[in-house]
């Protein structure tokens, strides 16, 4: 069979968790998470897909790794990560996970159905995750979270300072989201100054990048207009660049083809407040389910989508305003943003700032407004970047810490 052009793709995940509660020894579990491997054609412009590869294409995949070396280590790794956590925090600690999960990924684009020639991206990392549970004086339970994505060799060779880091990291996490052992109290509804920590900031562009999809802005389910050429049109926000980058030297995840053979240029898609590119052609992904095990139609996704970091400490932001709101957790990313008014009603919980140091501790807060006038808002950004992957999908989003002039919010004990 003659096709315009072929890709074969292959994706495999091996993954290994370490849970431990108080007093008690770390247990494991791990599993191949799934295989992947697949042949995606175009034959007269019709895209057809098989996840059954003949015999023939299969030396055009890239060869396996030593999954037996890889799985021991991975399993070691977790079991050191609960341990350093346990150690750090001692008997306040209630609970503790560790997650590793090694993924490769490779995709052979092919020009035809009888080339042997072509061109191959891979790239393979491991996302290391650790999350604990963790008991105030006061008696409150807060949780504190760290992940990082590094290569492969990296957790080959990581030290016990390696491994030490990312706890501390986690209780650095806890102590940003509930202020340490500062009371609790409640906020009137208002609009307040406000700092969105990182975390926030990738909680709204694991959902809010769609967007920025060309697809949705010209079937009109997206609060941009629909734009011939995006260039130049000003959103006003010129504390806000948006990129979307094939690789970043803090993250170990890359992807320079997408599904269609495509080289992917990193791009602005906004430029100091400038709309300068959407999502489009060399943006084309495999969208699965989220179990990862199902392909489903080739759908538009960012590769790295970040917004850059500024020069401030989160310090110097929270000094900036003074008194306000510094947002440190949000939940609900898939229920939160109305994309196609850009619309956003989101739960958090964060700390009220007086004198740029915390007060009091209000366990729920609810923000909502507009995503686009959120980003008008934003006067500053933090120098720490934050990267997460979208789990068993070819894509990271984050960014920094966000200063916002105002952002409505209400919140009850």
């Known amino acids: 069979m003659n096709t315009d052009l072929m890709n074969i793709e292959r994706r495999k995940v091996l993954s290994v968790s370490a849970h431990s509660a108080a007093g008690t020894a770390p247990s494991l579990t791990g599993s191949l998470a799934f295989d992947h491997t ?9 895209y057809r897909y098989t996840e059954t590869v003949p015999a023939e294409w299969m030396p055009a995949l890239s060869s396996d790794s030593d999954d037996a070396v890889l799985y021991s280590r991975l399993r070691q790794g977790a079991l050191e990560l609960t341990e350093a956590l346990t150690r750090t925090t001692g008997p306040d600690l209630l609970s503790a996970e560790a997650s590793l999960a090694a993924t490769s990924f490779s995709r052979k684009v092919l020009f035809d159905s009888f080339a042997t020639g072509g061109e191959t991206d891979q790239s393979a990392w491991v996302r290391v995750s650790l999350n604990a549970s963790i008991r105030r004086f006061s008696g409150r339970v807060t949780s504190g979270y760290a992940e990082k994505s590094i290569p492969v060799s990296e957790l080959m060779s990581w ?41 926030v900031t990738c909680h709204i562009l694991m959902q809010g990048w769609r967007i920025f999809s060309e697809n949705r802005i010209r079937s009109g389910s997206s609060p941009l207009p629909p734009l011939g050429n995006p260039t130049g049109m000003d959103l006003g926000c010129p504390g806000i660049t948006l990129r979307d980058v094939p690789s970043h030297p803090d993250c170990a995840f890359s992807a320079f083809l997408d599904a269609e053979g495509n080289r992917v240029p990193p791009r602005d898609l906004i430029q ?8 489009g052609k060399g943006n084309i992904g495999r969208g699965m389910t989220l179990s990862g095990s199902t392909v489903i139609q080739p759908q538009i996704i960012p590769r790295i989508l970040h917004i850059e970091p500024g020069t401030e400490s989160l310090e110097g932001l929270l000094a900036e305003m003074d008194s306000g709101l510094l947002i440190t957790d949000s939940s609900d990313a898939f229920h939160s943003i109305d994309l196609s008014t ?44 934050r990267l997460q992957e979208f789990y068993n999908h070819n894509y990271l989003y984050g960014g920094p810490d966000l200063l916002v002039e105002s952002v409505l919010a209400g919140g009850t004990v």
Not at 39 to 45: N, T
């Open 272 to 279: 100091k407040g400038q709309l300068v590119h959407t999502l």
């Open 342 to 385: 850009g619309d956003y009603s989101i739960p958090c919980q964060g700390l009220w700032i007086r004198g740029g140091k915390p007060e009091f501790f209000v366990p729920g807060i609810t923000i909502a407004g507009n995503l686009l006038e959120l980003f008008r808002r934003v006067r500053k950004t933090s120098s720490s970047l």
């Open 38 to 46: 697949g042949m995606y054609v175009r034959e007269k412009g019709v």
């Open 159 to 199: 030290t016990e300072d390696d491994v030490s880091a990312i706890a501390q990291s986690v209780l650095r996490d806890a102590d940003a989201k509930d202020g340490g052992d500062v009371p609790v109290s409640s906020l009137s509804s208002g609009s307040y100054p406000a700092v969105l920590s990182s975390q």
